[in-house]
């Protein structure tokens, strides 16, 4: 019967109401007297037009600013990842980088694998980005034989899965021009193919040797199967959200990264949003501060509206302003000067800080209303 | 007061071409020379009266207004050499560098031309980014053609050589070249090349005549001595006239030409100089102090130039600055003015056939004894100030339509401001009340809002001087308006300190005879002498709080020990009050009154809470001292348990580490995993001993009280005081820094220990040894140093917030919007609630649901 308040009202709150309702059993005269006050209260808690509500969520979040730490190193529900919060990241956030400073992702894993740890294993494994050196004890250069000796680490080769045969394949594959081989006391031996190398080329080779890309997702530098609520959730350092998602193993449905481009390029604009209010209130809750989700919704909105996600900056969200002087008046002046007299720019005092520059009531608040009174021509006499 | 009769349309920008110059100036510039024997400014110099004046004795020539009249003139200077303006050097350059050297045309075939073309103007006009978007693109495709498709002339590269010549095939272009060949530009290539060639002419950006800025612009001040400073411009336009002269002379008697371009290039240096002084590549302009010149750039640009220190804050009259002190006995929503401030500061009140006689006093009374007033405005715009000879006469012409500007009194509304100001509650409307003394006094409950105290601060108060600004001022900003913040939905204003432990031991075990309990509230002034009927000889805390509150107020909450606390029918009949029911950003009783009863009411309430408070801790004193840090023998023992419990845990571990028996955690090494292990313990040590103490605590400790009501500190500063301070830690770990291998030369390479590494087992009361105090010390730097790099970066950050949201705003139809009318959110926070009327960001539909079934 309640439906016909169902257009009066925000969805989220008469969902809701919905929803008590059922766990409360109200008559239909007490349902009635319920929604009428609801829909009272929902109009005198309305906002109201001409409020100047950038003003005030810019305001919601310099307050706090000030209260924030600027030690950026916390750590993220597990001792062992390190993860930039605060001030720091919120500034990142918010400015829209494009180099996170410590990317990080967060992988589900489907029902099949997210209950057994050595199924997570195996997973982390698999997205951990390894390089030759973390499979190797020791790099060595035989100077006699002109080629590098490599002992492998072989607890390390079974923790990550490798065989050396897969080892020796990606090896040949990656390193050119050199020979690869193994001994049979387990050693790797790297001869360049070049006749007579110099003592030189057998340090850079060994050098690069260390550095070859063997298995895994590229930027994942880390990985740490955990348990989180009755299953096995991995969390990395280092973020490829895209690679990731080519695993059948992983739920593509929860898992997400904390880099903001990461998931736009992966999911899309709606995603990114979603990932800038994420992240934003996580800085905000971990710093026990209390800003209402609707700012930071409203951060994300302006950011993401657009299409692409543009940051609070001079190149970003400013710089898309129609205003020429409300564009000077922030960075760099001359140049947004110049600039307009060669177009021709018009500035047509639509926003607040040309109104304030020019001395004229502001379009805001009680300046935005006009009054137009028809006022009858007073009779010749 | 002038009525806004013009209003500011549209701003159009663009480029003077020298013909605009010519029209748009009253003056040519002949000669460097500034006044005559006389020191009268002398005809077609710098200071030229038909430029505008700057002394209070002559009259404009042009317009023939007095100084504070006429804005000033333009003037030019006929350069003798065409000369290129450096802030359009880039722009320059790509003209030359899309368009053909012979025929002037762009570098494009028709075809494209037109496809350029339809595109463009098929662009809404204001669409200005995607026009740039263009040009940049169509100047991009240009790069390489060396042919002209119009003329089939060979191109060659031009290149800047920094900072305003132009080399083509290492032969240097003359700006007479360059003038030349922009000449050529046909308007239509030039739109394409991102000109408005109705605005600016691509030739304009080669200056012929230069304009000179009106002598009001750039006054000249006279110094003690009576000689004359002139202002840098001034210097700078002199430079300019005398070497544009000497050049005119050489090229007239055909002087060689080395000559004469040395003299043009010293020309283009000055005029590069006027523009701006701060190029890299070009010698900054001096006085003869050494001080480098301030020139046009150097005006407009950064934090104190025009824009963001004139056009984007303004100065205001009616204003005044002084310290804030507290006065508990004002109300919350006024202030206290000093009589003295009251005197300078008026309120402008028209006079009425109806209040004449009450305004005649005022101007009776004259500017030196109070209630007075300062000034009247005749109508037609005249002021008149009063003294005792005006007096008379005005006292006599006063008449309906004139204004009087009475000095502040009692009710006026203020506006009152603390900076920073972060948030809008840092600007508030307070009533003026005019007392003694020369401090602005301020109720210590709007402290919070403000993030004021009265270690000397100062604060700002402005009286607004129209009806609609004192309309707003009341309407919007006074204080009961603000009392719930639109960032979290909770209240800014409520109880504090005093105010908070009084109302916790008043409702937690006063018990008051009758005599007493009318005397405290009479005393907080509620006099109404019916409410104290049911009083018997006893009255508890409970019966008097409950005074206090409405008649039909129920409502049920926790406090901070999680006890109920419940109010049926205005009777407080379970419970203690403590900051989370009234205090400030936790208070759920101050925001039900606030959605019940409405905020002037809710203000009024708080205010009486707020003085029971302080009134009821009157009543028994209270105070804390040093020995509300001593603890008793047994729990002391017990504290040195847990202490040594934890060093001997520690030392376990160290001992594991060394036998090579401890496990590293994932992605650690096994060092790193001691230190986590070691810090995980240590931290735990001062909680815990928190805990003990609030066990053993007595409930008559002042400490304790503060602490658990809510008013000030908290366990673990107790715990501080009394027990032990705790591990110190920089980073998120122990300390680490110092010598090599060790913190401080009196410990062992290597060790591990507590002690050695930062963890404090003394107490404040007890006293720090040194290296404790050091480590304490160390910690306290480095948390001085976080504020210190936190504040400017936190205030950047809001900066660009400010600006980048600034004109969005709530549409008629509830949208978000910014200026360009586009939709940022359909409806704001997807509810369209505002966060200040919600109860803390939402609904409350189980609050509702009680109501209605009366549960």
Redesign the interface.
């Known amino acids: 019967m309640s439906e016909e308040y169902k257009d009066q009202l ?4 008469w969902e ?2 919905q929803k ?2 059922k766990n ?1 059993n ?1 008559t239909k005269k ?1 349902e009635k ?2 929604f009428d ?2 829909i009272e ?2 109009k ?23 209260q ?4 950026i ?3 993220a529900g597990v ?2 990842l390190n993860v930039t919060l605060g ?2 990241r ?2 990142e956030i ?1 400015d829209a980088r494009k180099e996170a400073s410590t990317p990080s992702m967060e992988i589900y894993l489907d029902k099949e694998y997210n209950k057994d740890i050595n199924a997570a294993k195996r997973i982390a494994a698999l997205i951990k980005e390894t390089k030759f050196w973390e499979l190797a004890q020791e790099f060595s250069i035989n100077i006699a034989k002109l080629q590098v000796e490599v002992t492998l680490n072989k607890k390390n080769m079974r923790d990550l899965r490798i065989t050396d045969q897969m080892l020796l394949k990606t090896l040949s594959e990656s390193m050119k021009d050199t020979t690869v081989r193994q001994n049979k006391d387990d050693t790797i031996v790297l001869k360049p193919s070049k006749e007579n190398t110099e003592l030189k080329e057998l340090y850079k080779l060994k050098e690069k040797a260390k550095e070859t890309f063997i298995k895994g997702i590229s930027g994942v530098t ?1 990985v ?1 199967p955990i348990k989180q609520n009755n299953e096995f959730v991995i969390l990395t350092a280092g973020s490829n959200l895209k690679e990731v998602f080519k695993l059948k193993e992983v739920d593509k449905s929860r898992s997400t990264s904390n880099d903001i481009f990461e998931v736009l390029k992966a999911l899309g604009i709606e995603a990114a949003r979603q990932a800038i209010i994420n992240e934003a209130l996580k800085v905000i809750r971990e710093q026990g501060l ?6 930071i ?3 994300a ?2 950011m993401t ?1 657009s299409g692409t996600v543009k940051g ?3 190149s ?3 710089s ?7 564009r ?3 960075e ?3 140049r947004h ?18 109104n ?6 502001v ?4 300046g ?1 209303p006009g009054l137009i009174a028809r006022i009858k021509k007073p009779e010749a006499k | 007061m002038a009525e806004i009769s013009k209003k500011i349309d549209r701003i159009t920008f663009g480029l003077l071409s020298p013909e605009d110059v010519k029209k748009l100036s009253y003056v040519k510039i002949v000669t460097p020379e500034l006044y005559d024997k006389e020191g009268y400014p002398v005809d077609g110099g710098l200071m030229d009266t038909r430029m505008g004046v700057i002394d209070p004795g002559l009259t404009c020539r042009t317009c023939g207004e007095k100084l504070k009249e006429c804005a000033g003139h333009f003037g030019y200077i006929d350069l003798a050499r065409p000369i290129i303006h450096v802030k359009y050097v880039r722009v320059i350059l790509d003209l030359l560098k899309s368009t053909c050297r012979e025929c002037g045309r762009i570098l494009l075939d028709d075809k494209e031309i037109a496809k350029h073309k339809t595109y463009l103007d098929g662009l809404d006009k204001r669409d200005v980014i995607s026009r740039r978007r263009r040009t940049k693109l169509i100047k991009e495709s240009l790069k390489n053609i060396r042919k002209c498709p119009h003329c089939k002339e060979k191109q060659y590269s031009v290149k800047i050589e920094k900072p305003t010549s132009f080399m083509e095939n290492d032969k240097r272009l003359t700006p007479i070249d360059v003038k030349t060949r922009l000449d050529k530009i046909q308007n239509l290539d030039a739109e394409l090349l991102g000109f408005n060639t109705e605005h600016a002419k691509p030739s304009s950006t080669i200056i012929t005549l230069l304009f000179i800025p009106p002598v009001t612009m750039r006054p000249s001040i006279t110094l003690e001595s009576g000689e004359r400073s002139e202002d840098d411009l001034t210097h700078k336009l002199g430079d300019i006239v005398r070497i544009n002269q000497r050049l005119f002379e050489n090229i007239n008697a055909g002087a060689p030409e080395v000559i004469v371009e040395d003299l043009w290039d010293l020309l283009q240096y000055h005029i590069t100089t006027y523009f701006d002084n701060t190029l890299t590549d070009v010698p900054p302009a001096r006085h003869r102090s050494g001080q480098p010149l301030k020139t046009l750039t150097e005006r407009i640009k950064s934090k104190e130039g025009r824009f963001r220190y004139n056009l984007a804050g303004k100065r205001v009259n009616f204003a005044a600055r002084t310290v804030v002190s507290p006065d508990p006995e004002i109300e919350f929503n006024e202030v206290g003015i000093p009589k003295q401030v009251a005197m300078d500061l008026t309120v402008p009140e028209r006079v009425t056939q109806w209040n004449i006689e009450r305004l005649k006093k005022f101007v009776e009374k004259g500017p030196k004894t109070y209630p007075g007033s300062n000034y009247v405005l005749r109508p037609d715009g005249r002021k008149k100030k009063i003294t005792d000879e005006t007096k008379e006469q005005l006292l006599e012409e006063l008449q309906p339509g004139y204004i009087v500007e009475r000095h502040l009194m009692d009710g006026d509304i203020a506006i009152f401001n603390r900076q920073p100001s972060l948030h809008k509650m840092s600007i508030m409307g307070h009533r003026v009340r005019v007392i003694p003394g020369r401090s602005f006094r301020l109720n210590p409950a709007v402290c919070y809002p403000y993030n004021a105290d009265f270690d000397g601060d100062e604060m700002n108060l402005h009286i607004p001087q129209t009806e609609e600004a004192r309309a707003e001022a009341e309407v919007l900003m006074e204080v009961q308006t603000q009392l719930i913040s639109p960032k979290h939905g909770l209240n800014v204003i409520g109880c504090m300190e005093d105010s908070v432990s009084g109302n916790y031991l008043l409702t937690r075990e006063m018990n008051l005879s009758k005599e007493e309990a009318i005397n405290l509230l009479m005393n907080i002034g509620v006099n109404d002498t019916s409410k104290f009927k049911k009083f018997k000889s006893q009255v508890t805390g409970r019966e008097i709080f409950s005074i206090l509150l409405p008649k039909d107020l129920n409502f049920i909450t926790k406090n901070r020990d999680d006890e109920e606390v419940i109010i049926k029918d205005g009777e407080l009949i379970q419970g203690t009050i403590d900051s989370d029911i009234i205090g400030e950003e936790g208070g759920t009783l101050i925001r039900k009154l606030h959605k019940d009863y409405g905020e002037d009411e809710t203000l009024r309430i708080l205010s009486i809470i707020f003085k029971l408070g302080i009134k009821a801790l009157e009543i028994n004193g209270f105070t804390t001292g040093i020995n509300d840090t001593d603890l008793e023998e047994e729990l002391v023992n017990r504290i040195k348990q847990v202490v040594n419990d934890t060093n001997k845990e520690v030392k376990n571990l160290i001992a594991k580490y060394h036998n090579n028996e401890l496990d590293a955690m994932p992605s650690k090494t096994i060092e790193e995993t001691l230190e986590l292990m070691i810090l995980q313990l240590l931290n735990k040590v001062r909680n815990k001993v928190g805990e003990l103490i609030a066990e053993n605590a007595s409930p008559k400790n002042p400490t304790i009280i503060m602490a658990n009501s809510g008013a000030k500190g908290n366990i673990l500063n107790l715990a501080m005081m009394s027990a032990l301070v705790g591990q110190q830690a920089l980073r998120g770990r122990r300390i680490e820094k110092g010598y090599e291998g060790r913190t401080l030369s009196l410990f062992k390479k290597g060790e591990l220990s507590p002690k050695s590494k930062g963890f404090i087992e003394s107490a404040f009361k007890e006293g720090l040894d040194p290296t404790e105090f050091f480590f304490g010390a160390m910690t306290g730097r480095d948390s001085l140093m976080d504020t210190a790099l936190r504040t400017p970066k936190s205030g950047y950050l809001y900066r660009r917030l400010a600006n980048a949201l600034q004109d969005l705003k709530i549409e008629y139809d509830y949208t978000v919007r910014d200026a360009n009318k586009m939709i940022i959110q359909f409806k704001y926070g997807e509810d369209g609630i505002d966060v200040a009327k919600s109860e803390k960001g939402t609904i409350n539909i189980k609050g509702l649901i009680r109501e209605v079934t009366g549960k």
């Open positions: 925000p969805l989220s709150i809701e109401a008590e309702l409360n109200l007490q007297e319920f006050k609801l209260t929902y005198s808690s309305r906002i109201t037009p001409g409020e100047s509500i950038g003003v005030i969520t810019a305001e919601s979040f310099g307050e706090p600013g000030t924030m730490t600027l030690n190193f916390h750590f001792a062992e001030l720091p919120l500034i918010f880390q740490l209390d800003v209402d989700i609707r700012h919704l409203f951060i909105d302006l509206a609070i900056t001079r970003g969200i400013t898309d302003k129609e205003s020429v002087l409300a000077a008046s922030f760099t002046p001359i000067i110049i600039d307009a007299s060669l177009l021709g720019e018009e500035d047509e005092l639509t926003s607040v800080i040309e304030v520059i020019v001395n004229q009531p379009p805001l608040g009680t935005l």
